[in-house]
């Protein structure tokens, strides 16, 4: 369904992040490349002033992360979100149980971030 909404609204537009930063990455020099996405909701998306579908919006964000990954498969996406709101959250359609964590705070996020960073440097190095 299409709804009609006013001029100020905000989004977390996920597929324009994941093709941004594919096209950051893939200009970057290297072989060992890791996006790391920090999100504080629901992923949504505003056409022309019109509300698109969460369904819809979904299937984008899969091209764009299709896309992505091709550029590189070391994605996480770590949305900032209590636990209840985080079980019905759409993102978790869109990633690999292993390449999403819920964390209620930013510093709880900064410290997961730090952990996860170690363990994939040192996978990478065996």
């Known amino acids: ?3 009609v909404i006013n001029q100020k609204y905000y989004t977390t537009p996920i597929h324009m992040a994941l093709e ?3 096209i950051m990455l893939k200009q970057m020099k290297g072989n060992k490349k890791m996006m790391i996405i920090i999100t504080d ?3 949504n998306h505003f056409n022309n002033g019109y509300h698109i579908s969460i369904g819809a919006y979904l299937k984008s964000c899969k091209k764009s992360l299709l896309k992505t990954m091709n550029i590189t498969s070391n994605i996480m996406c770590i949305v900032v979100q209590d636990d209840h ?3 019905y ?13 819920n964390v209620g705070t930013m510093s709880e996020a900064s410290e997961r971030v730090i952990k996860r960073f170690k363990q994939m440097i ?3 190095l065996v």
């Open 89 to 101: 959250n759409p993102v978790r359609q869109l990633f690999k149980p292993s390449k999403i964590m």
């Open 20 to 22: 941004y930063s594919g």
């Open 41 to 43: 909701g629901l992923p």
């Open 85 to 87: 709101s985080f079980k």
């Open 122 to 124: 040192m996978r990478s």
């Open 1 to 3: 369904s299409i709804q």
